[in-house]
């Protein structure tokens, strides 16, 4: 037996009714026992969602009232997380396998770590259209220059131990893929005296290099057609060719993790402030400081000024450009203020061919006395060439779009003369790329600039920088800290053979 009855109940609340559901009430027997079931619906979920709704305006209009407040942080604009700190001690300018090396041995010769705030600036992170990624990937020390021996021999050194310096805890090891098979440059006759000469410097510097007849050219590399050559030059050890992108991302990766902030962005300008002196000749010379760099960010209008006290110009080629920001080199000509920094792009093809019946596994890097070179690419026949252009013949520089017909005119008519079994290759891909290209004397500029109290250089170096930039990086860094060259003495490299017009030649550019 049982009874029904209804309650109907209504619930006040600030802002109206709530109607509920109905109240019921039973009572049932159960074992002798009289048991009352009562359910109650008070229309509960559409309460608590009213109530949740009322917090969040609340809250809003809390938030709204505290950002009005004076020294509120509030701002109408998003900030962006990727803008580079407001004040740095160095900023480098160029995120390339150069810029990134200064930056790990910067933070590497610092004596307490933090000690020196290091600043990174790249405009294109992609790296699709960097120097260093887009090289040939060599490194030797056939120079002429015992400068550039030494620096590519240390540069060997650091690359075989490379794991010793640029491994970071928890990740991967480095593999540059460090192919040793050596550099071989063929001499005519003509030439067959300078390459003597630049062997007698080579072996006084300490390279391992071995001159070859003729006969004993055809005997080691059968495939060789020694027809012209007089003499030939074979690197025995600690030459060849690695993986670019290795490199300059195992500098990256390892000064990052020891503090270095990077930034993708654009030197625009900079804040400096000029003291005019008077040379010994009466010349009136503005000499600059530097108080801060601005940084255009990518992509964006956002930019940030970035306060320093020294900047160290790593653009590659475009490192001429970027000193002209300071008016350097815009001065009246034949005065200190008009020389300019002389580094310019200048652009260079790399092709890729196939050819089944080629050179094998001890194929050496080439340089032939035509000037057109070749190396193995990988395995199965693949091999990249290319060769400079006469000065008359310099293609655009305003994109890296790639003549095909050059090839088939300037290099493979070589190609095929050296190795007769290039007759039969065929062209699979091909890229361009910048040269920071010395038009003064092909080689590297290392140092502070006389007009510029607190901007150093490392730039010019027409085709070697990448081989070279692990001992580039450690003198930089040593001009910055230390006040001077401490490993190898590289004042031959300094902007005083240009302001004394007395150029260093490199006889062995590729």
Same mark, same amino acid.
Request: with cysteine; aromatic share 10%; glycine share 8%.
């Given at each position: 037996?049982?009874?029904?009855?209804?309650?109907?109940?209504?619930?006040?609340?600030?802002?109206?009714?709530?109607?509920?559901?109905?109240?019921?009430?039973?009572?049932?027997?159960?074992?002798?026992?009289?048991?009352?079931?009562?359910?109650?619906?008070?229309?509960?979920?559409?309460?608590?969602? &009213?109530?949740?709704?009322?917090?969040?305006?609340?809250?809003?209009?809390?938030?709204?009232?505290?950002?009005?407040?004076?020294?509120?942080?509030? +701002?109408?604009?998003? =900030?962006?997380?990727?803008?580079?700190?407001?004040?740095?001690? $160095?900023?480098?300018?160029?995120?390339?396998?150069?810029?990134?090396?200064?930056?790990?041995?910067?933070?590497?010769?610092?004596?307490?770590?933090? %000690?020196?705030?290091?600043?990174?600036?790249?405009?294109?992170?992609?790296?699709?259209?960097?120097?260093?990624? /887009?090289?040939? !990937?060599?490194?030797?020390?056939?120079?002429?220059?015992?400068?550039? =021996?030494?620096?590519?021999?240390?540069? #060997?050194?650091?690359?075989?131990?490379?794991? %010793?310096?640029? +491994?970071?805890?928890?990740?991967?090891?480095?593999?540059?893929?460090?192919?040793? +098979?050596?550099?071989?440059?063929?001499?005519?006759?003509?030439?067959?005296?300078?390459?003597?000469?630049?062997?007698?410097?080579?072996?006084?510097?300490?390279?391992?290099?071995?001159?070859?007849? *003729?006969?004993?050219?055809?005997?080691?590399? *059968?495939?060789?057609?020694?027809?012209?050559?007089?003499?030939?030059?074979?690197?025995?050890?600690?030459?060849?060719?690695?993986?670019?992108?290795?490199?300059?991302?195992?500098?990256?990766?390892?000064?990052?993790?020891?503090?270095?902030?990077?930034?993708?962005?654009?030197?625009?300008?900079?804040?400096?402030?000029?003291?005019?002196?008077?040379?010994?000749?009466?010349?009136?010379?503005?000499?600059?400081?530097?108080? +801060?760099?601005?940084?255009?960010?990518?992509?964006?209008?956002?930019?940030?000024?970035?306060?320093?006290?020294?900047?160290?110009?790593?653009?590659?080629?475009?490192?001429?450009?970027?000193?002209?920001?300071?008016? $350097?080199?815009?001065?009246?000509?034949?005065?200190?203020?008009?020389?300019?920094? *002389?580094?310019?792009?200048?652009?260079?093809?790399?092709?890729?061919?196939?050819?089944?019946?080629?050179?094998?596994?001890?194929?050496? &890097?080439?340089?032939?006395?035509?000037?057109?070179?070749?190396?193995?690419?990988?395995?199965?026949?693949?091999?990249?060439?290319?060769?400079?252009?006469? %000065?008359?013949?310099?293609?655009?520089?305003?994109?890296?779009?790639?003549?095909?017909?050059?090839?088939?005119?300037?290099?493979?008519?070589?190609?095929?003369?050296?190795?007769?079994? &290039?007759?039969?290759?065929?062209?699979?891909?091909?890229?361009?790329?910048?040269?920071?290209?010395?038009?003064?004397?092909?080689?590297? $500029?290392? !140092? =502070?600039?006389?007009?510029?109290?607190?901007?150093?250089?490392?730039?010019?170096?027409?085709?070697? !920088?990448?081989?070279?930039? *692990? #001992?580039?990086?450690?003198?930089?860094?040593?001009?910055?800290?230390?006040?001077?060259?401490?490993?190898?003495?590289?004042?031959? /490299?300094?902007?005083?053979?240009?302001?004394?017009? %007395?150029?260093?030649?490199?006889?062995?550019?590729?």
């Amino acid at each position: 037996m049982s009874t029904w009855r209804r309650l109907h109940v209504k619930v006040q609340t600030t802002r109206g009714l709530f109607t509920s559901r109905a109240v019921t009430q039973r009572h049932t027997w159960l074992k002798g026992h009289l048991m009352l079931c009562q359910s109650l619906s008070t229309g509960t979920p559409l309460r608590n969602d &009213f109530f949740k709704d009322l917090e969040a305006q609340l809250a809003a209009v809390r938030k709204k009232a505290a950002d009005a407040l004076p020294g509120s942080s509030w +701002s109408a604009l998003e =900030i962006n997380p990727n803008l580079p700190p407001e004040r740095a001690d $160095i900023v480098i300018v160029g995120g390339g396998v150069m810029g990134w090396s200064i930056a790990y041995w910067l933070k590497q010769k610092e004596r307490v770590r933090g %000690e020196v705030k290091v600043v990174v600036v790249e405009k294109d992170t992609t790296y699709s259209q960097a120097s260093t990624v /887009l090289s040939a !990937g060599g490194i030797r020390q056939q120079f002429s220059l015992p400068e550039n =021996i030494h620096l590519s021999m240390a540069s #060997a050194d650091f690359m075989r131990n490379i794991n %010793e310096h640029l +491994s970071v805890l928890n990740e991967d090891p480095v593999d540059l893929q460090f192919n040793q +098979s050596g550099y071989l440059f063929l001499a005519s006759e003509d030439v067959a005296h300078i390459m003597e000469t630049n062997y007698s410097t080579q072996r006084d510097a300490g390279a391992k290099v071995a001159l070859l007849s *003729p006969t004993q050219l055809k005997e080691k590399f *059968p495939w060789i057609n020694t027809n012209g050559v007089a003499l030939a030059s074979y690197g025995l050890e600690n030459e060849g060719w690695f993986d670019p992108w290795t490199l300059l991302n195992a500098f990256r990766r390892k000064a990052i993790s020891m503090g270095v902030i990077q930034c993708c962005g654009e030197v625009t300008d900079f804040k400096h402030t000029t003291n005019m002196v008077m040379t010994t000749d009466g010349e009136h010379l503005g000499l600059r400081r530097i108080h +801060s760099v601005k940084v255009q960010m990518s992509n964006s209008l956002e930019y940030q000024p970035v306060e320093c006290a020294i900047v160290v110009n790593a653009a590659g080629a475009f490192s001429g450009k970027l000193a002209e920001m300071l008016g $350097i080199g815009l001065g009246p000509k034949d005065t200190i203020a008009g020389i300019p920094v *002389p580094v310019e792009p200048r652009k260079r093809y790399i092709y890729v061919f196939h050819c089944p019946d080629g050179p094998g596994l001890d194929t050496p &890097f080439l340089i032939d006395y035509s000037g057109i070179y070749f190396r193995r690419e990988g395995l199965g026949g693949n091999y990249i060439a290319g060769t400079s252009p006469e %000065e008359a013949e310099e293609p655009d520089t305003s994109n890296l779009e790639v003549d095909h017909q050059f090839f088939e005119d300037k290099i493979w008519p070589y190609l095929a003369n050296r190795v007769p079994a &290039f007759e039969k290759l065929k062209v699979t891909s091909a890229w361009a790329g910048f040269y920071d290209y010395n038009t003064f004397d092909q080689n590297g $500029i290392i !140092g =502070i600039h006389p007009m510029v109290n607190n901007m150093y250089f490392a730039t010019g170096f027409s085709g070697h !920088g990448l081989q070279q930039s *692990p #001992a580039v990086g450690r003198a930089v860094a040593e001009l910055i800290l230390d006040g001077g060259f401490k490993t190898l003495d590289l004042n031959g /490299l300094s902007f005083r053979r240009i302001m004394a017009e %007395e150029p260093m030649l490199e006889r062995n550019i590729v």
